[in-house]
């Protein structure tokens, strides 16, 4: 069974930088896109960056220029380190892993329930 843990998060100031970490492990295979994406109070879930296999990187405009999404394969760890970060980044992110590759890189990051595995998800909350 997939599993997914983020970790990382925190309270930070605006300005102030994050790296979120997120460990998986139970699977056979090798995914083809991770993800990360966030859900604010009253809002719907988003998606931040992606990353697949290759390491190829796809990001929502919010997050260009300021996040980077990189993976270390061997320690089957995905991480976003976040700079410069506002208010409107307060939320909860989660990363998320997909096996199936039926949608493109840009359509995966914009429809979350295309991802079967997520994890419990990491608050970060930036303060002005």
């Known amino acids: 069974q997939v599993q997914l843990v983020e970790s990382g998060g925190g309270s930070v100031q605006t300005g102030g930088s994050l790296t979120l970490s997120c460990a998986h492990s139970?699977?056979?295979?090798?995914?083809?896109?991770m993800g990360w994406f966030r859900q604010a109070p009253g809002k719907q879930r988003e998606g931040v960056a992606l990353?697949?296999?290759?390491?190829?990187?796809t990001y929502e405009d919010s997050a260009k220029g300021r996040f980077t999404i990189s993976q270390e394969n061997h320690k089957n760890t995905l991480y976003l380190r976040m700079n410069n970060l506002k208010p409107e980044d307060t939320a909860i992110y989660y990363c998320?892993?997909?096996?199936?590759?039926?949608?493109?890189?840009?359509?995966?990051?914009?429809?979350?329930?295309?991802?079967?595995?997520w994890g419990q998800g990491t608050q970060v909350t930036v303060s002005s």
């Open positions: 990353i697949d296999r290759v390491g190829t990187t």
């Open positions: 139970g699977s056979k295979y090798e995914s083809y896109y």
């Open positions: 998320a892993a997909d096996f199936s590759l039926t949608k493109t890189a840009i359509q995966a990051l914009r429809d979350p329930s295309y991802f079967a595995h």
